[in-house]
Each structure stands twice: as C-alpha cells, then as structure tokens.
C-alpha cells in the first residue's frame, strides 16, 4: 500500500506504517526500513521514525533476533541456515553470534529430532544412506560436526 504523494515526507505516515508492520510480527531494523523504503516513503523520514521507535521500546533488533531464532528452531532449522537468513535480513553478526550461543547446547539434541523424524531412530547401516541423510541434514542447516556427531551415535 503506496502512500500519498504527500504522505511521504509526514512521519506521522511513516509511524503508521511502521506500527502496522510491527503488529504483525517483529522486524529488524534493516527489514522495516528496506519495507518502508519500498513503499516510497522519504529515506532521512524513514531513518528518524526507526530512531524513535527504537528508543520507545517499539523496534528491537535483539527482541527480533530472539523471536526469529526461536521460531525456526522449533521448526527443525540448524545454525547455518539461521544464520544465514539473519546476515540476509540485515542483521549485526555479533547479534546473530549470540542468539545462536545461546542454543549450542540444543543444537544436537534438535538434529537428532529432525533426523529421526524424516528416517527413523535407526541410524543409517551404509554410506550411500549416511549421505542422503547427511544432505538432507545441511540443507537443514546443521554443520558436518554435529552430523557426524550424530551419526557416531553421540
């Protein structure tokens, strides 16, 4: 939804716009901007409306981060792709670093769900099984590391 010619400069607008993103789901800073942008509003307007919503509490990269990585996880995506898709929304590496730390204990056990869900909890007998396996676990996202850890049974 393109605003008003007019509208495009009025923060007021740009608010709007933003809140009605922000009561949908979380954003980064990066993706409701490039949102904003697309929707043709002013860049300088843009930048101080996310400013402000940023210091009331409104805008959180860190808050995003954390629902983000919560929401995939349970969906059976392993730290490469999580990271990958936060570095792609635009987010700070060192942000991504610690959301993901803070599961490096959970990361295994998750693999281990995933992988028994799609082929069972018998682990593959021959290497052509390995592999089709350990395939369908990286583009889950899961390093070769914990694959091999898993198929060592650990």
Same mark, same amino acid.
């Given at each position: 939804?393109?605003?008003?010619?007019?509208?495009?400069?009025?923060?007021?607008?740009?608010?709007?716009?933003?809140?009605?993103?922000?009561?949908? $789901?979380?954003? !980064?800073?990066?993706? #409701?901007?490039?949102? =904003?942008? &697309? %929707? *043709?509003? +002013?860049?300088?307007?843009?930048?101080?409306?996310?400013?402000?919503?940023?210091?009331?509490?409104?805008?959180?990269?860190?808050?995003?981060?954390?629902?983000?990585?919560?929401?995939?996880?349970? $969906?059976?995506? !392993?730290?490469?792709? #999580?990271?990958?898709? =936060?570095? &792609? %929304? *635009?987010? +700070?590496?060192?942000?991504?670093?610690?959301?993901?730390?803070?599961?490096?204990?959970?990361?295994?056990?998750?693999?281990?769900?995933?992988?028994?869900?799609?082929?069972?909890?018998?682990?593959?007998?021959?290497?052509?099984?390995?592999?089709?396996?350990?395939?369908?676990?990286?583009?889950?996202?899961?390093?070769?590391?914990?694959?091999?850890?898993?198929?060592?049974?650990?």
């Amino acid at each position: 939804m393109r605003p008003k010619p007019e509208e495009t400069t009025d923060a007021a607008a740009v608010r709007r716009s933003a809140l009605d993103l922000l009561a949908r $789901r979380e954003h !980064g800073r990066h993706e #409701l901007l490039h949102k =904003l942008l &697309a %929707r *043709g509003f +002013d860049p300088h307007v843009v930048d101080s409306v996310l400013d402000a919503l940023e210091s009331d509490g409104l805008l959180s990269d860190v808050r995003f981060v954390e629902q983000f990585v919560r929401a995939r996880f349970q $969906r059976g995506s !392993g730290p490469l792709k #999580l990271q990958a898709e =936060l570095r &792609a %929304r *635009g987010v +700070d590496s060192a942000l991504i670093e610690r959301a993901l730390e803070s599961l490096a204990e959970d990361w295994q056990d998750l693999l281990r769900v995933v992988r028994e869900k799609k082929f069972g909890s018998a682990l593959p007998g021959d290497a052509r099984e390995r592999g089709r396996q350990a395939r369908f676990l990286q583009q889950r996202g899961f390093t070769m590391e914990q694959i091999g850890r898993a198929f060592r049974g650990g």
